[in-house]
């Protein structure tokens, strides 16, 4: 096979830029890197490690704070499931309202909702009665009750009549939260051979 003299320059100057290529990319690799540079690269990666690891006692106070806090969260969740909470709450609430004079007309239990994997919200909708004091009261004391009670929906309608305001049955959705038990674990799967 013959090659003419036009494709032996252009086999010549291909070869020529792969070695080109290849010794840019090769060279630096056979090299030896200079020791102070290496020397540089290990006491930064040192440095960074040291200061992680000096760091270890503030990760420990903070993990301490947030299982205290959490548990200071749990202990204000509802005892038992849905089913026990609900009258207790509904107990509290009338609590609450009496202390702060309110008439409750009317309750009803909505359904639970699932929050996280292990709590779930518990929900009652009350219809009241009274002026706009006794209800700032309610809110107030929903608000500081000891178990997690939270005012999500509040609804007003108001009526101006002489020289008072006229609150017409506010409506409002009072939630508190329970634990509900975690699911099992489900159990590995074991892999079978092909017998």
């Known amino acids: 096979m013959k090659i003419s003299a036009r494709d032996k320059k252009f086999l010549i100057a291909g070869s020529g830029v792969a070695i080109v290529v290849l010794a840019y990319l090769l060279v630096p690799m056979l090299i030896p890197e200079d020791r102070a540079v290496t020397v540089k690269r290990k006491q930064n990666v040192l440095r960074q490690e040291r200061e992680t690891i000096g760091q270890e006692e503030g990760y420990k106070a903070r993990i ?25 709450m509904q107990k509290a609430l009338q609590g609450i309202a009496d202390a702060s004079q309110v008439e409750i007309n009317s309750k009803s239990i909505l359904a639970e909702q699932k929050v996280q994997e292990n709590v779930a919200k518990i929900s009652v909708q009350l219809q009241v009665n009274c002026t706009l004091d006794q209800l700032v009261r309610f809110l107030s004391g929903v608000e500081n009750y000891e178990k997690l009670l939270k005012v999500e929906n509040l609804m007003i309608a108001s009526r101006r009549q002489g020289n008072k305001d006229l609150i017409l049955v506010p409506m ?24």
Do not use: F, H, M
């Open 64 to 88: 301490a704070q947030c299982q205290e806090r959490l548990a200071k969260d749990r202990a204000r969740l509802w005892p038992g499931g849905s089913a026990t909470a609900i009258p207790y």
């Open 172 to 195: 409002l959705k009072v939630i508190g939260y329970v634990e509900t038990p975690s699911p099992p674990a489900k159990p590995a799967e074991k892999s079978g051979g092909a017998n």
